[in-house]
């Protein structure tokens, strides 16, 4: 099952069921799909991972966060980086109504808080998806459920490594 990994500060957003979308460079499902939602129990790529639950896409936008002043801005000021965010989902300028509605869907306090963020990690300026699922079609999970990462395929004959003891007492050599 395809998936998308979340950072801790969006955990419970995601049970409780506020966050109900994900912005990427790419997208990795198609509408009507189900797809997993998941975190990482340790480092990533180093660790098992979590399972938050899974759910169904619902929608799948073109997103562009641009960085500078917003060009109907005739005071020619230069704002903080997350205040000059627009963000144009499928080709339409969010007002501050659907900066909000967005941020909130995001897991998000406000618009604010969703600039800042993308700002912190170097997202901006971004060019990319709006992955949205159905809140109905959340099934969460309850309990600390890991996925352990699929072992690869392994071809030709595999080798298992063995340890042997010296009967005299000296030290165990590995043997394969």
């Not at 399972?51 to 073109?62: E, F, M, N, Q, R």
């Not at 999970?141 to 007492?169: F, K």
Request: aromatic fraction near 8%; include cysteine.
């Amino acid at each position: 099952m395809k998936y998308y990994t979340f950072l801790p500060r969006f955990h419970d957003a995601i049970r409780q069921g506020i966050k109900v979308s994900t912005i990427r460079q790419k997208t990795k499902v198609k509408v009507g799909e189900r797809f997993a939602l998941r975190y990482w129990t340790g480092r990533p790529y180093g660790s098992p991972m979590g399972i938050l639950g899974t759910a169904v896409c619902s929608a799948v936008l073109p997103i562009n966060i641009p960085i500078g002043p917003d060009p109907r801005d005739t005071t020619g000021m230069l704002y903080p980086i997350f205040a000059v965010c627009r963000f144009v989902i499928d080709g339409k300028v969010l007002d501050a109504n659907g900066r909000a509605s967005l941020a909130k869907d995001e897991g998000f306090t406000d618009a604010e808080d969703m600039g800042d963020h993308f700002h912190r990690f170097g997202k901006l300026p971004l060019s990319g998806v709006l992955t949205r699922w159905d809140p109905a079609s959340l099934e969460v999970r309850t309990t600390n459920d890991v996925a352990m990462p699929a072992t690869p395929a392994i071809s030709g004959p595999t080798r298992r490594l063995v340890m042997e003891s010296n009967t005299s007492g000296g030290s165990t050599a590995p043997r394969c």
